[in-house]
């Protein structure tokens, strides 16, 4: 009888070990957070220079928002001061503003708006965040709901809103958040953005049932949905449990968490289109590492099954990890601006994409949760 119990105490061990081994070192994945950091400060010393593409356009574009938020996020994790200065001197080269103004309805060019606000967060000064208030409180105050009409947008814009309500504590925040999220979710295109059945998003009305991927399926581009789980994260980390429509996002959250699971590569990766595997099936790190940032989030709050996403989370960060950061910081396979699978192809290890800023942020939200796993 003593020996069956010990038995049963070791099979009872065996997964919990063998979850926890495969678990990276924290102080690997910060170092390789900073190396693809140091990689692309060292290329942007001036804050403030354009970006020269098809077009010149500032440095307050949606693409540098977003690797501002992957700033803070490493930076919360391990607060150094030249984190904290190039984030403040940028947001001070804008005069803490948005591309278009105070006025602008576009949820890119209010995407900047989130580091403003972690940065008054961190040293509170009106000043930092007068003009994003401004401009949130206009569309709180204006009676149009339908400014999300691409999924993207909702990453851009909605944990802006989340934010100001926290931090004022003022509930009109959450319920225009709410009316903007569920119209695009349930009325843009054609009957909404959102497959509830498939618990993943069509990128904008262009991409509506009848058009369907060369195999037949429905058109998924991988990181427009990884936008969208990266919005929900955001909010879900910002509001409390009790705030309004809090449940709302957090059951979006998992059904896009468990639509992952079951299409995710042998490689970690996640294909560009997610239920077309033959349609440009190469490696992609952007979607990937919004799909990381969700699901290491999920499984740090206990609001994702460990058992269940753990492993699918470590395949795909050793992917990222593994597969995409070169010696010197630089990061392959980042698909360029676009909205579906054709564009920016081909994907290459060496390739530099049109933008080098929101694939690091993508890589940078994706090492600040994973940092966090515990054993």
Known sequence: MKLQRILILILLIQPALSYAQKL??????????????????????DVGKTTITDKERPSNIWTRGVYYEGLMSLHRIYPKEEFYNYAYSWAEFHKWGMRNGNTTRNADDQCCGQTYIDLYQISPDPAKIKNIKLCMDMLVATPQIDDWSWIDAIQMAMPVFAKLGVVFNDEQYFEKMYEMYMFTRNNHGDNGLFNEKDGLWWRDKDFDPPYTEPNGEDCYWSRGNGWVAAALTRVLEELPENAPHYNQYLNDYKKMMDALVPIQREDGFWNVSLHDPNNYGGKELTGTALFVYAIAFGINQNILPR?????????????????????????????????????????????????????????????SEIYKLKE
Not at 340 to 356: A, C, R, S, T
């Open 24 to 45: 990276p070192e924290r102080n690997e994945v910060l170092k390789l957070m900073c190396l693809a950091n140091e990689y692309f400060m060292n290329k942007w010393v």
């Open 307 to 367: 058992e269940k996403f753990l492993p699918v989370v470590l395949k795909a960060w050793n992917g990222l990890a593994n597969d995409c950061l070169h010696e010197n910081g630089f990061l392959g396979f980042v698909q360029s601006t676009g909205k579906e699978p054709k564009d920016g192809q081909p994907v290459l290890y060496d390739k530099e994409p049109n933008f080098d800023d929101y694939g690091l942020g993508c890589f940078l939200l994706a090492g």
